[in-house]
């Protein structure tokens, strides 16, 4: 049974930084493609950042374009999101994302969601 645990979660001020942790276990993780999505109120769920399985290849969404970094740790099974520059606008539930075949760029590429963490960013 695959599992993505996110953790990291918070309230932060505007400005401030954030890591977002998610731990996969039950799926080849080395081999995986993951990402990160977010989902805020009354909006469709985006895509905000992804990594290839080797950790060589990287996507951005334009809006968090250098303020955020995806980065992973193959020997921990973990996949990580630093945000810095926090806006009220990432105000958001983020969830990690893992693709057996790919890079998990679009929600329709995604075969295994974690439950979400809530990020809120007050201004």
């Known amino acids: 049974q695959v599992q993505l645990v996110e953790s990291g979660g918070g309230l932060v001020q505007a400005g401030a930084s954030l890591r977002l942790s998610c731990a996969a276990s039950?799926?080849?993780?080395?081999?995986?493609?993951m990402g990160w999505f977010r989902q805020a109120p009354g909006r469709e769920r985006e895509f905000v950042a992804a990594?290839?399985?080797?950790?060589?290849?990287?996507y951005y969404a334009d809006s968090v374009k250098g303020r955020f970094t995806i980065s992973r740790d193959n020997a921990k099974n973990t996949v990580y999101l630093q945000m810095s520059s926090l806006k009220a606008e990432d105000t958001a539930v983020y969830y990690c994302?893992?693709?057996?075949?790919?890079?998990?760029?679009?929600?329709?590429?995604?075969?295994?969601w974690g439950q979400g963490t809530q990020v809120t960013v007050s201004s």
């Open positions: 994302a893992a693709d057996s075949f790919g890079i998990p760029r679009t929600a329709r590429s995604v075969d295994y």
């Open positions: 990594i290839s399985w080797i950790g060589g290849i990287t």
């Open positions: 039950g799926l080849t993780f080395s081999q995986s493609g």
